[in-house]
């Protein structure tokens, strides 16, 4: 098993910074990738962005390019998700995940966080 436990979330106002911290715990694997993703509200979950433990590939969703980024500490277990210039649109709950069989890209994760709201205000 694996337990991830987000923080950093919050309300902020529209073009500001939040960054979002997910802490991994329980069983080790040599590759994987974790990223995050976030539900607004009557709006299907989606994809925000993941990192590898192999080579720190990185990938975004369009939507967060240029103004999200995303960072690991392999010694901490722990990965971070750096969000700038924070518009209405993000306003969600940002779930961490781990895909412990990834070797680039995140496929469907296999251990998921609580969820941590963030909320931006206009």
């Known amino acids: 098993q694996v337990q991830l436990v987000e923080s950093g979330g919050g309300l902020?106002?529209?073009?500001?910074?939040?960054?979002?911290?997910?802490?991994?715990?329980?069983?080790?694997?040599?590759?994987?990738?974790?990223?995050?993703?976030?539900?607004?509200?009557?709006?299907?979950r989606e994809f925000v962005a993941s990192i590898s433990?192999?080579?720190?590939?990185?990938?975004?969703?369009?939507?967060?390019?240029?103004?999200?980024?995303?960072s690991m500490d392999n010694a901490?277990?722990?990965?971070?998700?750096?969000?700038?210039?924070?518009?209405a649109e993000d306003t969600a709950v940002y779930y961490c995940a781990v895909d412990v069989s990834a070797?680039?890209?995140?496929?469907?994760p296999d251990y998921w966080g609580q969820g941590t709201q963030v909320t931006v205000s206009s």
């Open 53 to 70: 433990r192999i080579g720190f590939s990185m990938y975004y969703a369009d939507s967060v390019k240029g103004r999200f980024t995303i």
């Open 12 to 44: 902020v106002q529209a073009g500001g910074s939040l960054r979002l911290s997910c802490a991994a715990s329980g069983r080790t694997f040599t590759r994987y990738a974790m990223g995050w993703f976030r539900q607004a509200p009557g709006k299907e």
């Open 76 to 87: 901490k277990n722990t990965v971070y998700l750096q969000m700038n210039s924070l518009k």
């Open 103 to 108: 070797v680039r890209t995140m496929g469907i």
